[in-house]
């Protein structure tokens, strides 16, 4: 019972808004309500009635049930006063009347955000859900008076009874809701009032979900931004008043609810009629036979796909499920489990059914008459890509997506425009996101279906489309987890199409473009758009592979310029592998969450999976050139049984064999074909089949060959085997094998557009007489017989296939996804209406059938780096073909740095798994193209290749390896251009063989540098080998200088090598400084690359160089204070390099050497060596090899003369270094005791022990 305290807090509310009710209320039409408002009025202000309601309570105790009205405090109200308090607010909305209508949804509004409202809304509960139901409609129903201002105030009254916590609203009531902000979008005039309800319904769903992933109605929830989920059409306001009006609308409401708004920034939520799609018992309800009274072409196929999605589902588990269960009616599914799971269920199925929604013809190309199906795409858009744990993972909610959202996935996907395509390709872009883990079979179909369709049509493509589709796949690989898992779970897999070779090679062919010669129909500018968008998602492929083996091996990544971040709470972190089910649902119906496998990515398993499907594939790739050798290599390799029933099983089972080729085989006389034609027909089962569908059953596994006597032996075999399965319906065999022949005779006549004169079926019947054992056989029989032939065709699977879809790839016919690529594809000249028909959601759903049979039902979530080396070796090629040609044949710069881009990424992948072939192959190619041998030929675009090859080594050197050598061959050729340019003469100016006086007398050219001329004369000929074109693979630079050089040459030399300024010696010598932090086992590769190009320098006799070697004694310098293992395996490599170097011919380069290597002993002696060990004597032991080798005494005289040095400035520290020193004394003895007498020896020994005494 209320009190008078508790009267005078509710009538602030409800009191205002009977005052205004009475004052507008015509005394004629609205006299009932009036009254009823003053009786309220009189009741809330009178002492008296209030009295009078107490003792009337007390003598009925019906009276004093609870109501739903409460004053926001400890009293209640009963049932019986919350009606009377309520039924004048109900009417008043009902009356259609604007000034009565205002007021009372105000005082509604106020009475739910206050809490003043309790309970649930349940119009088929007790009498208090019914009652608050009723005033939740009237709310609802005021919509159709049509004005602005009342508009908004359903909005307002609506989002705050779904966003309250003490009013709680589920089932049918917020369907109803939902509805009527969806016709509030569509249908009102005003923009301010579309967006509100657009936004209202957003912030609705994020309520909905966030309560159902939470479990929890007080979970709190935070107002959605609005501005990012404005249209271009709803941003014309310049000023963004409306965005801040909406904004507020939607942030006010949320903040008048205590405990739902949580402190803190607004969350970021990216982002017709309805014909039955709000109704809760559509599914619950159906029955399979009522199908076929339904006028609605949508809800018809809607019921097919989820009735048959359904049996598809139960299929799989008839041995689990009882024979009642079996039968279950689906109404218990949606009924068990929480109200808030339903809620979200309800909701989810409601818009799926309006973005199937179809349009009148009219309006199948007018973005205004389809904002219905729009704005649905948009809700189902956002709710998945802000979905939670329970929704990606929940049984139920993943057989909501296969049963409604993948029909209007089909649906709308063929749509011509472009908005809805766009919309479906994004939401398919979030189940492959976030849904890939429980819908593998759905995405193994629909990816085919959506974007390789677009993908590989190069000629004759939609720019719009085309352009969606690039940017889709742009933003799949945002997430480096998803383009691994679909290589694993899809190329990987037997019965699946090639999906991530298959849009790599589409991107080839984008990238490419249109084939010269080729009509099309893009406009140039669109094609270069196409190649640029293709060229990125290349790149963007490269970049996804490349985080994924950086995050699976911990490798930093050295451009934190990716910003790439990885979705939240996606599925792959939750489980590694995670059972499909294939739209199966627990047996009870819970909502359990879907098991995580225990079987990871075994690399070994999917490896022999990998090669099982690329050995089959090349199996059937012979059987369609030659069938006999095609099953002789499958029976070899073990992928087909070699008894005549499992190749018969193979032939009629397998994907991607020709068809022609098959009945072929069939046909032939040999033994084993007949065997194999012989088990294949037995395979049949016809009882109780008419003869026309037997043989359409029959035919549609391959195609009748030619050949007579072929055609006869399979027809024999086909009679025989109808007659054993129906023997009663003919007297022999003889009747069904001539009636076969005259069947497909029949067939070809009807359907054959060639033949004029058409046969009647007067004339079939007369073609028939007598077969059956000298009998006719009954006129109905043959009339009913040649009206279905017909009326439909008997013709393959893939008859009907147009003729863009037959020239479809290899791997496509293979896997056998033509059927349902062709779904979606029109045939030109046909008007065809833009949803699909419900034989073609028939079609579809044999499909998914068939993919539930073949594939597996575990999803793979890749852990293990080697999966990368299979993609890679499927990627590369066209990788390094699409890289390689632009950046050859185009000087644009976006072009050029994407290439480039292109380039570091592959070569990071294929060094980092260590793939020497392929890394090697994308390093050559980029070195070549820095055109440093043919200085000639330097572009900008060239020395961007060099400081791309250069960030390479400063941010890949630990995994280049054998690669070094031409990186740090570039670098030696880099550095002689650069001094070159700076006029400095040339190291061949020292180290060069003599010139014979024939060579020297010669007169020099004048074609000189300018600025050599400058440094001294003598140089020209270098400057005329650079400008003369070399190969790569030359040692030096240039080629032969002894042809004639111009002064136009000359010029652009210069301009060439200043162009290589851009670079720098210093990024250059970077790389060398930077040696000492590469790893133990990179230091070495570096140390042998180094060493193989100083042998290329100083091995040409002409124009030797010794940039190499100084950088040696550098590094040598910069790494000796590595641990003593990692030292001794690079000294091991130097030393050999020095030995071979000291023994040079030419002497000036041995001198050099030597020289160097005392620099290296000097500083290494400043090290004090421990006791027993034997360091020094190895570090010194080139000096020994070399004095025993050499036959200059120069070489010998100038080791003496190191040594010596040596002991004089570091006798100290020498320890066991003692034994390579007195080894060279030994050396050094011996060889002057040959040339010398006894009396020269022994002065020059007693010179040099006082040399070493001192």
């Known amino acids: 019972m209320a009190s008078s305290e508790a009267d005078s807090r509710l009538s602030k509310v409800v009191a205002p808004a009977l005052e205004k009710i009475v004052k507008n209320a015509s005394w004629r039409k609205h006299s009932k309500l009036a009254h ?58 009902g009356t259609g009347f604007l000034k009565i ?133 709803e941003r014309s306001d310049a000023d963004g008043s409306m965005t801040m009006f909406v904004q507020g609308f939607i942030t006010k409401i ?31 309800t159906t029955n399979p036979a009522d199908l076929l009274d339904s006028t609605d072409k949508d809800m018809l196929d809607a019921k097919y796909w989820e009735i048959s999605m359904y049996k598809t589902a139960l299929e799989g588990r008839k041995g689990e499920l009882a024979d009642g269960e079996v039968e279950r009616d689906d109404d218990l599914e949606i009924q068990i489990g929480n109200k808030l799971r339903r809620d979200a269920f309800l909701v989810f199925r409601a818009l799926c059914k309006l973005s199937m929604k179809t349009p009148p013809k009219e309006a199948s190309a007018d973005p205004q008459l389809m904002r219905g199906k729009i704005v649905a795409l948009e809700l189902l858009k956002i709710l998945l890509e802000n979905a939670g744990a329970v929704f990606r993972t929940s049984d139920r909610f993943l057989g909501a997506i296969k049963q409604y959202l993948c029909l209007s996935l089909l649906k709308n996907s063929a749509s011509s425009l472009m908005i809805v395509f766009q919309l479906s390709c994004s939401i398919f872009v979030s189940l492959v996101s976030r849904f890939r883990a429980g819908l593998k079979a759905e995405i193994g179909v629909f990816f085919p279906m959506i974007v390789l369709r677009v993908l590989e049509n190069v000629a004759q493509p939609n720019f719009q489309q085309k352009m969606i589709v690039l940017r889709f796949i742009e933003k ?86 990716r910003k790439f971040d990885v979705v939240e709470n996606s599925p792959e972190s939750e489980s590694l592998s995670m059972v499909n ?51 002789e290599f499958l029976i070899n390799a073990n992928k087909v049984g070699d008894s005549p029933e499992e190749i018969a099983v193979f032939l009629k089972n397998a994907s991607g064999l020709n068809k022609t080729l098959i009945g072929d085989y069939l ?35 391959f195609r009748l060959p030619g050949e007579a006597q072929k055609i006869d032996r399979i027809m024999e075999k086909f009679a025989e085997r109808y007659c054993k399965c129906n023997p009663k319906v003919f007297i022999s065999a003889d009747t069904a094998y001539v009636l076969a022949y005259s069947v497909i005779l029949l067939n070809t006549d009807a359907h054959n557009p060639m033949v004029k004169n058409k046969m009647s079926a007067d004339d079939f019947i007369r073609n028939n007489r007598g077969i059956d054992d000298g009998k006719d056989l009954p006129e109905e029989y043959l009339r009913s017989l040649y009206a279905r032939i017909s009326k439909n065709e008997i013709k393959m699977k893939e008859d009907g296939f147009d003729a863009q879809q037959r020239q479809s790839t290899n791997s496509n016919r293979i896997l056998g996804l033509d059927n349902i690529l062709n779904i979606v594809v029109r045939k030109r000249g046909e008007d065809i209406r833009m949803e699909t028909s419900d034989d073609l959601i028939r079609h579809m759903q044999e499909q998914f059938k068939e993919k539930a049979r073949k594939s597996e039902s575990v999803y793979y979530a890749a852990t293990d780096v080697v999966i990368l080396r299979f993609m890679v070796e499927v990627c590369w090629a066209p990788m390094l073909a699409a890289f390689s040609v632009p950046l050859d044949q185009s000087d644009d710069e976006v072009v050029i740095g994407l290439c480039l ?70 670098v030696s050729r880099f550095e002689h251009l650069h001094l070159l340019g700076e006029g400095a003469p040339p190291d061949a100016t020292f180290f060069a063989f003599p010139q014979n006086e024939s060579e020297k007398s010669k007169p020099a050219k004048s074609n000189v540098l300018p600025v050599l001329k400058k440094k001294g004369p003598g140089r020209m000929q270098y400057a005329a080998a650079a400008v003369l074109r070399g190969s790569y693979d030359s040692a030096g630079i240039g080629g032969n200088a002894s042809g004639g050089v111009t002064s136009d040459q000359m010029n652009s030399l210069v301009s060439n090598l200043n162009m290589l300024e851009q670079v720098g010696s210093s990024e250059m010598n970077r790389i060398f400084t930077r040696s000492q932090k590469l790893n133990s086992e990179a230091i070495i590769d570096f140390v042998k690359a180094l060493c193989k190009v100083s042998m290329e320098e100083l091995r040409s006799a002409s124009d030797p160089r010794v940039f190499s070697l100084t950088k040696i004694v550098e590094i040598a310098h910069y790494n000796m204070n590595r641990i003593r293992l990692v030292w001794s395996s690079i000294w091991h490599v130097l030393s050999d390099f020095f030995v071979t170097i000291g023994c040079s011919e030419n002497l000036s380069i041995s001198i050099f050497a030597m020289d160097s290597l005392r620099q290296l002993s000097m500083k290494f002696l400043e090290r004090e060596e421990l006791a027993n060990y034997n360091f020094q004597n190895e570090f010194m032991k080139p000096f020994v090899i070399v004095m025993r080798k050499s036959s200059a005494v120069e070489i010998r005289e100038l080791i003496v003369r190191c040594v010596s040095q040596m002991v004089l400035s570091r006798v100290n520290n020498v320890k066991s270094g003692w034994k390579s020193m007195f080894m060279v004394l030994k050396i050094y003895h011996f060889l002057w005791f040959q040339q010398f007498s006894q009396q020269q020896l022994m002065m020059t020994t007693k010179t040099l022990f006082c040399w070493l005494l001192r």
């Open 476 to 561: 799949l690989c945002v997430d480096s987890q998803i383009l691994v898992d679909i290589f694993i779970n899809y190329d990987c897999d037997v019965n699946s199409s090639n999906i991530f070779e298959r849009m790599v090679n589409g991107l080839l062919k984008t990238a490419q473009g249109v084939p010269p010669g080729t009509a099309t129909s893009l406009m140039p500018p669109q094609e270069v758009t196409l190649k640029l968008e293709a060229m990125k998602c290349l790149v963007a492929v490269l970049k996804s592979m490349g985080d994924w083996v950086n995050k699976q091996l911990r490798i930093p990544d050295p451009s934190s310029a």
């Open 254 to 284: 949320m903040q008048d609810f205590d405990g739902v708004l949580n402190a803190g920034a607004p969350s970021k939520i990216t982002l017709g009629g309805h014909d039955g799609a709000f109704e809760t018992t559509t599914v619950e």
């Open 101 to 233: 209508v205002d007021p009372a949804i105000d005082c509604v509004q106020k009475l739910i955000a206050h809490g003043y409202l309790r309970g649930e809304a349940d119009p088929t509960g007790a009498t208090e859900g019914k009652l608050l139901a009723r005033l939740i409609e009237s709310v609802c129903k005021c919509y159709d008076i049509g004005d602005d201002a009342i508009e908004l105030s359903v909005l307002k009254a609506l989002l705050s009874a779904v966003t309250s916590i003490s009013l709680r609203i589920h089932g049918d009531c917020l369907l109803q809701i939902v509805r009527t902000c969806y016709d509030i979008y569509l249908g009102s005039k005003n923009v301010v009032n579309q967006t509100t309800a657009k936004a209202s319904l957003i912030q609705m769903l994020v309520i909905v979900f966030r309560r159902m992933e939470a479990d929890s109605s007080t979970v709190p929830i935070q107002p959605i931004v609005v501005a990012e989920l404005m249209e271009p059409v």
């Open 667 to 701: 046909g032939e006389r040999e033994d084993l074909p007949l065997k194999v034609m012989h088990a294949y027909v037995n395979s049949f089962e016809f009882q109780g089949m008419e003869f026309d569908e037997a043989i359409r059953a029959f035919l549609q596994g």
């Open 581 to 631: 089910g294939n739209g199966e649902e627990p047996a009870e119906g819970s909502d359990s969450q879907s098991e995580a496998s225990t079987e990871a990515s075994d690399v070994s398993s999917i490896e022999q999976r990998r090669a099982y499907k690329l050995e089959l594939q090349e199996g059937i790739s012979l059987f369609n050139r030659k069938p006999k050798k095609g099953i």
């Open 36 to 93: 009823e408002c003053k009786s309220v009025l009189e009741r809330l202000t009178s002492p008296n009635k209030q009295q009078q309601s107490s003792s009337a309570a007390d003598a009925d105790p019906e009276a004093s049930i609870p109501g739903p009205l409460h004053d926001g405090g400890t009293t209640e109200y009963s049932l019986a006063e919350s009606e009377s308090i309520l039924s004048p607010l109900i009417n008043a909305c």
């Open 901 to 970: 881009e292109g380039f570091r990424c592959a070569i990071h992948v294929t060094a980092v798994m260590s793939m020497k072939t392929h890394r090697d192959a994308f390093v050559t190619s980029l070195a070549k193209f820095t055109s440093l041998h043919s200085p000639a030929d330097i572009k900008q675009k060239n020395v961007e290749a060099i400081k791309a090859l250069v960030a390479i080594a400063d941010e890949d050197g630990n995994y280049l390896q054998e690669a070094w050598e031409h990186i740090l061959t570039c």
